[in-house]
């Protein structure tokens, strides 16, 4: 059952709490996340849960929006759309994004969905998909349309050039991570990493305007990181 919350509107401070200790619990049990244990930790009762929520999947798909609504969505607004403000609309959205995707309670809810991929229990990998990548991609979708419109991008569809700026930013970070890579990475590597996915992304869509003149080449290194993919 869907969650009966809109995420697009104000939650009240008791929701996000409850919200909150619904991630702390993933974080700390995984797969044996319970309504009750969500009650007794949020310190309320099952039947508010079941009120805001609806059930198990929908308290899921709740906590799974809730994380992604940390990645600020982007003014689509054409009279303040400029070469500066594209810029640092993608480097926010990109640092946004990389700060939820390094989060001990992201990593933590991927690997539960991963582990649910195939079997017969909740099907909460198509609600990270769904609420996850594909709930970004539409949030994001508005700007690159509307940078494309200005003439500040060049791409043949917004879906292909999000896939593009996907592949740059998250590049393989996700994917060490879900595998247990435990280098700690501060907020400055995550700003530089933001502004070289940026520069990356105007490289190849960017009208000449747009490019940043000084945009570093990736290392072979980089390069391979963004093709890296798990076999």
Same mark, same amino acid.
């Given at each position: ?9 104000? #939650? ?10 619904? *991630?702390? *619990? ?24 079941? =009120?805001?929520?609806?059930? /198990? ?20 607004? /054409? ?18 994004? #990389? ?10 809810? &991927? !690997? ?8 017969? =229990?909740?099907? #909460?990998?198509l609600i990270v998909l769904e609420n996850g990548p594909v709930a970004l991609?539409? !949030?994001? /979708? ?15 569809? +917004? ?16 994917? /060490?991570? *879900? ?9 400055a590597e995550i700003d530089r990493d933001a502004r070289r996915a940026t ?18 080449? +990736?290392? $072979? $290194?980089?390069?391979? &990181?963004?093709?890296? !993919?798990?076999?």
């Amino acid at each position: 059952m869907s969650a009966i919350l809109p995420m697009d509107e104000a #939650l009240s401070e008791r929701q996000k709490a409850v919200l909150d200790a619904a *991630l702390s *619990l993933l974080v700390e049990d995984g797969d044996k996340l319970t309504m009750t244990a969500v009650a007794r930790r949020a310190s309320c009762s099952k039947e508010t849960l079941y =009120k805001w929520f609806g059930g /198990r999947d929908g308290l899921l798909t709740a906590t799974v929006q809730w994380q992604a609504a940390k990645v600020r969505a982007l003014p689509a607004r /054409r009279e303040t759309l400029c070469p500066e403000s594209l810029v640092q609309g993608l480097e926010q959205f990109a640092s946004d994004w #990389l700060r939820v995707i390094a989060s001990r309670t992201s990593i933590a809810l &991927n !690997r539960v969905a991963v582990g649910q991929a195939g079997t017969d =229990k909740h099907d #909460l990998g198509l609600i990270v998909l769904e609420n996850g990548p594909v709930a970004l991609r539409a !949030r994001l /979708r508005p700007f690159l349309e509307l940078a494309s419109e200005a003439g500040l991008l060049q791409f043949e569809t +917004a879906d292909e050039a999000f896939g593009t700026f996907f592949g740059l930013v998250v590049r393989d970070l996700q994917i /060490r991570l *879900l595998l247990g890579d435990r280098t700690p990475i501060t907020d400055a590597e995550i700003d530089r990493d933001a502004r070289r996915a940026t520069q990356q992304f105007l490289s190849l869509h960017g009208a000449h305007s747009t490019a940043p003149a000084t945009a570093p080449a +990736a290392s $072979n $290194n980089e390069r391979g &990181n963004v093709h890296a !993919r798990v076999l």
